[in-house]
């Protein structure tokens, strides 16, 4: 696992986090990648559900959702190399998800990179 002190991690964790509230309730959003995201999220949305075609966005668990999309922005943007972001969003789902979370975001990742 990741340690917190990994700066990466920790602007990543803060992502998750606000994302996550943000799927509960509509507030300003003041972190780049956070607008980044909420600006395309269309676009993403559409890459996930073509990517994991058996489960739909509202069956997809908040939190396995909000890390996704994380991860399909970077991978879009470039921010980082893909098997880092694809990493980092295992570790956090490993974090924050449930028990199967981690190998369901690593999956549909796998997919959406082979399909870039």
Request: aromatic residues 6%.
């Given at each position: 696992?990741?340690?917190?002190?990994?700066?990466?991690h920790?602007?990543?964790?803060?992502?998750?986090?606000?994302?996550?509230?943000?799927?509960?309730h509509?507030?300003?959003?003041?972190?780049s990648?956070?607008?980044?995201?909420?600006?395309?999220?269309?676009?993403?949305?559409?890459?996930?559900?073509?990517?994991?075609?058996?489960?739909?966005?509202?069956?997809?668990?908040?939190?396995?959702?909000?890390?996704?999309?994380?991860?399909?922005?970077?991978?879009?943007?470039?921010?980082?190399?893909?098997?880092?972001?694809?990493?980092?969003?295992?570790?956090?789902a490993k974090?924050?998800?449930?028990?199967?979370?981690?190998s369901?975001?690593?999956?549909?990742?796998?997919?959406?990179?082979?399909?870039?």
């Amino acid at each position: 696992m990741k340690t917190l002190a990994d700066p990466r991690h920790q602007k990543r964790r803060k992502v998750v986090q606000e994302l996550f509230a943000l799927s509960f309730h509509k507030q300003p959003i003041h972190q780049s990648l956070t607008r980044g995201i909420n600006t395309n999220l269309a676009e993403i949305d559409k890459i996930i559900s073509k990517s994991a075609p058996v489960f739909p966005l509202d069956k997809i668990s908040k939190i396995d959702l909000v890390i996704l999309r994380l991860a399909v922005f970077e991978l879009l943007k470039q921010t980082a190399p893909p098997k880092v972001i694809i990493d980092e969003a295992v570790e956090l789902a490993k974090e924050f998800g449930g028990e199967t979370s981690f190998s369901f975001v690593n999956g549909v990742l796998g997919t959406i990179l082979k399909n870039l």
